[in-house]
């Protein structure tokens, strides 16, 4: 493709624009369900571990503090790699993240399977969560980077299925291993486990491309068109014009933005407000999922689901591609506060049903209508959480600093799943039952609610910008043209009603 010049470029679209011509198709497919499978490792490796935490523990005659320890190493990594995800995506692009990922999740898994004590075994499995959590932020800024304005969101939806894909996969090899849970060979399943990853990090080093935003963004705009003309092509329109307008900023912008200006941006005066307010809603969505997660196998051997563990564990993941379709027809058809207000209100509302089922204990038709629904609808409703509120963690934010925000956004998510399962736990002990949590659950559900309305961005159907002032323009352009409509409609009304008298 011969060099682009400024001259070329002036009365070429947007770069947003050339995305939405280009449109949603295989191109889309290729690249999101290479890198996306980072979210496939994410979803086999937290069920595996949390799985095998018994048979480690009865291996090496594990304290409780060192069997609950083996499992909070593992989200305090993905803590770590996520806040590390983001200024590393932003500086060195979306791909170099994705593929160091793949390559340290087999290396460490391998590894972890190979270890003789616990000290070891924390270490690494702290890197194992290291390793998947530095690759997420940067490709979901890159997923929503690559994929027309108005179907993000389908796209967001596809890639969610990987992370329930990775929990069927490890339901399955713990079904193979031994249904009843009681005798697991943890070194094997551990190896297994990397599976996933040493697949798709091959696919991935030479199918996933670079985000064409990011390298527009660089100033390496030949290497954007190259990019964007195998978008085109692998989507059907070979040979289309996919120039667009280069941006006209000083030479020294063009070079690697720095971490302080990213930070600056993320946690300045204009975005802030809403950083904190995704920070926390990230939160409430984690606490949900991974605080389940723990309370729910011990709540429910209390109330007898009946079938054998193992079975309920592929049972709950299967339930999740029902809420990931649900969540992807909400999030497509409503405004992305709308949709995260119902995410909350119907996961506060499953959380009581399933308190006030698990807690009857008259076997009554009513115990088991609250119990099965409140359960199951914690599993569907969660989905549209985790599709609308990383969508919009990353649609919110400017090109150059989008994957930091997003690892900000995820890293507050992250100090839920670290925290959850302690929480139960002392909540219990403090208690004596398992209520008082799910009533916390709920309650940071209302809260969140009320915090939504506060947020000063749409994002839905609506093009990502390249920098702060562009987003700010958008916001207030569309207020001033609901402002005019409104009087346009008052004199037309006021008009009509004269004209009647």
């Known amino acids: 493709m011969p060099r682009t010049t400024r001259s070329d470029s002036l009365e070429a679209p947007p770069l947003a624009e050339v995305i939405d011509n280009i449109g949603l198709g295989w191109a889309q497919f290729k690249n999101c369900s290479t890198g996306g499978a980072i979210w496939l490792a994410d979803g086999a490796e937290l069920l595996l571990i949390t799985t095998v935490t018994n048979a480690v523990s009865n291996d090496w005659d594990l304290s409780p503090l060192e069997k609950g320890s083996v499992v909070t190493v593992v989200f305090i990594g993905v803590l770590l790699g996520n806040l590390c995800s983001g200024p590393l995506g932003d500086s060195k692009g979306r791909r170099f993240p994705v593929l160091i990922s793949y390559f340290c999740i087999v290396v460490f898994s391998l590894l972890s399977s190979w270890t003789q004590d616990v000290e070891h075994l924390m ?16 490709y979901n800024a890159y997923q929503s980077e690559i994929s027309p304005s108005k179907l993000r969101i389908l796209v967001m939806g596809m890639v969610a299925n990987f992370f329930t894909l990775g929990e069927v996969y490890t339901a399955c090899l713990i079904m193979w291993n031994d249904p009843t849970m009681e005798d697991l060979d943890w070194r094997v399943l551990l190896q297994a486990g990397a599976f996933p990853a040493a697949f798709f990090g ?29 978008l085109a092509s692998d989507n059907g329109y070979e040979g289309m014009d996919v120039h667009f307008q280069i941006a006209d900023v000083d030479p020294q912008t063009q070079e690697q933005t720095g971490l302080r200006e990213q930070l600056g941006i993320v946690f300045g005066s204009k975005m802030g407000p809403s950083t904190a307010i995704v920070c926390y809603s990230c939160f409430v969505l984690n606490f949900i999922f991974y605080g389940g997660l723990y309370a729910f196998p011990q709540v429910i051997a209390e109330v007898d689901f009946g079938g054998s563990p193992g079975a309920n564990l592929l049972a709950g993941a299967l339930w999740e591609f029902v809420g990931n379709a649900i969540g992807t027809m909400c999030a497509f058809y409503l405004l992305r506060k709308t949709a995260m207000k119902l995410f909350l209100v119907t996961c506060m509302c499953s959380l009581l049903c399933f308190t006030a089922g698990a807690a009857n204990k008259n076997e009554t038709t009513m115990k088991y209508v609250t119990l099965y629904s409140g359960y199951f609808g914690i599993k569907i409703f969660q989905c549209i959480g985790w599709l609308v509120v990383y969508m919009y963690a990353t649609e919110i934010y400017p090109t150059k600093a989008r994957a930091t925000g997003t690892a900000v956004a995820m890293a507050g998510g992250r100090l839920a799943a670290m925290g959850s399962p302690l929480i139960f736990e002392y909540s219990q002990e403090q208690t004596g039952g398992f209520a008082f949590f799910f009533h916390l659950t ?19 159907g609506k093009s990502l910008k390249d920098d702060i002032s562009s987003s700010e323009d958008e916001e207030v352009g569309h207020r001033l043209k609901e402002d005019i409509s409104a009087e346009k409609s008052a004199i037309i009304n006021k008009d009509s009603y004269g004209a009647t008298n």
């Open 123 to 138: 270490l690494c499995r702290l890197m194992v969560g290291f390793s998947f959590g530095i690759g997420q932020p940067a």
């Open 202 to 230: 091959v696919l991935s080093f030479f199918v996933f491309q670079e985000s064409p935003a990011w390298l527009a963004n660089q100033g390496r705009y030949d290497e954007a068109l190259e990019v964007l003309g195998k």
């Open 442 to 460: 709920a309650a940071l559900c209302a809260v969140n609610i009320l915090l939504v309305d506060l947020l000063p961005f749409e994002t839905a």
